[in-house]
Structures are given as C-alpha cells and as structure tokens.
C-alpha cells in the first residue's frame, strides 16, 4: 500500500486578511508556524519514509517543522506550487471581485478557466497529479507527506481519484495545515481515507470581510 498525504501549509498574513496569494511567495506568520508545530507530532506518528514540499516558503517551512522532528530531509518540487491566479495576485478578494466582476462571478460559479490570466484548472490538475503520480511510483509500498497548498491540494487529489468536476467541487477545503490521506493498492486503485485531518486546537481560517466560503474560495487565499 502507497500513503500520500497531502498537506496544506500553514497560516500567512495573506490568509488572515483574505488577499490572493497564488504563486506569490509569502512566508508563513506567528500563527503559521505555531500550526505546522502543532501538526508536526500527528504526522510524524505516521512515520514518513519522505517529505516533499512546494518550493514557495509557506510550504517549504510547514514542511521544515515536520523534518525538524523526523529527520527526514524535505525535497523540493516547484509543480507543488499554488494554482496561478494571474492579474488577482495580490489584490484582496473584495478587489478582485470589484476590478474583474465577470471573471469574478464565473469562478465563483466553477468556471475551471475563468478568466483574469488565472490558471485552468485542467493545467493545475495535470501538473499536480503528476508530481504526485510520479512520487507514488517512485516511493510505492511507502508513506509520503507533500506540503502544498489548497486549490493544488484539491486539484491534485482530485485528479488521482479521477473525480469530475461536479464532485471535485463538492469537497470542502483544507483547512491551514490539515491534510487529506490518499492510499493505493493494485486491487482498488487511489482511495482517499481522511480529508481535513489536522489538529483540533487549531483555528480555522475564515479571512473577515470576504464573501461567504462557497467550495473553491479558500484556495485563492
């Protein structure tokens, strides 16, 4: 059996104040690195044989707080990356929603290409699944924790289990620094076992002052 766990980094000051990260690199804050410490232990008891992690540092150190404890050296993969969220990078959600309404409006709906020079979803699926893919027959019979982030995390999972869209956008999102469990087996393919597993002290990030969390809009954040 193969185990991946995909993991979300902890918080950023982007997230508390609802502003779109994307690939911008910005760094985990006070709270961030409080939650990939507090998540570090669980992890850790389910004895990885590796750590990959995004190479935007909010992953890259979420993951760090898990090598710190395990002394598994963290490898860097720059797929794992964030979707692209192109001209919204940057703005908070309220601005985005002001300066691109109709690009605005048709990601709120699902629109997988929505516009604004934002990623497809279909690009973000293929190079997420991928990375993961090839980790899984790289490292099969093992346990493995990729630090990512929320839309590449959903995406990716998604693209694994073969899930449509309709389904996909069903799933609620991760919270900072909670994982989803993958497994494999020659009999039954991909499974996800758990989903928005995580310490149970920790906050839940709901930026204040941004629209209501409709499935797809933590991940901007």
């Known amino acids: 059996m193969t185990r991946l766990v995909v993991w979300r980094h902890g918080n950023t000051d982007w997230n508390a104040a609802g502003r779109v990260q994307g690939q911008t690199d910005v760094p985990l804050n006070d ?12 992890l850790a008891a389910l004895r990885p044989d590796a750590i990959v992690a995004s190479d935007l ?7 760090g707080a898990l090598s710190a404890l395990t ?10 990356r964030e979707r692209h969220f192109g001209r919204w990078q940057g703005l ?7 300066q691109f309404p109709s690009e605005f409006t048709r990601w709120r709906a699902g629109d ?3 516009g604004a ?15 993961l893919q090839e980790l899984a027959d790289e490292l099969a019979g093992r346990t493995v924790v990729v630090a990512t982030h929320g839309g590449a995390a959903r995406q990716g999972c998604g693209q ?4 449509e869209p309709s389904v996909l956008r069903a799933v ?4 900072n620094c909670h994982w989803t469990e993958l497994r494999h087996d020659a009999d039954r393919g991909w499974q996800m076992r758990t989903h928005n597993v995580g310490p149970v002290d920790v906050p839940p990030v709901t930026p204040a002052g941004t629209a209501s969390a409709r499935p797809g809009s933590a991940e901007a954040v």
């Open 31 to 42: 709270l961030g690195r409080e939650q990939a410490r507090q998540a570090a232990p669980l």
């Open 57 to 63: 540092s909010r992953a890259a150190d979420t993951a």
């Open 71 to 80: 002394g598994v050296p963290v490898r860097s993969d720059a797929r794992l």
């Open 92 to 98: 908070l959600l309220t601005e985005a929603s002001a």
């Open 112 to 114: 997988p290409d929505p």
């Open 117 to 131: 020079e934002i990623e497809p979803l279909s690009e973000l699926g293929k190079r997420m699944g991928t990375a």
């Open 160 to 163: 694994l289990l073969g899930w």
């Open 172 to 175: 609620g999102s991760l919270r």
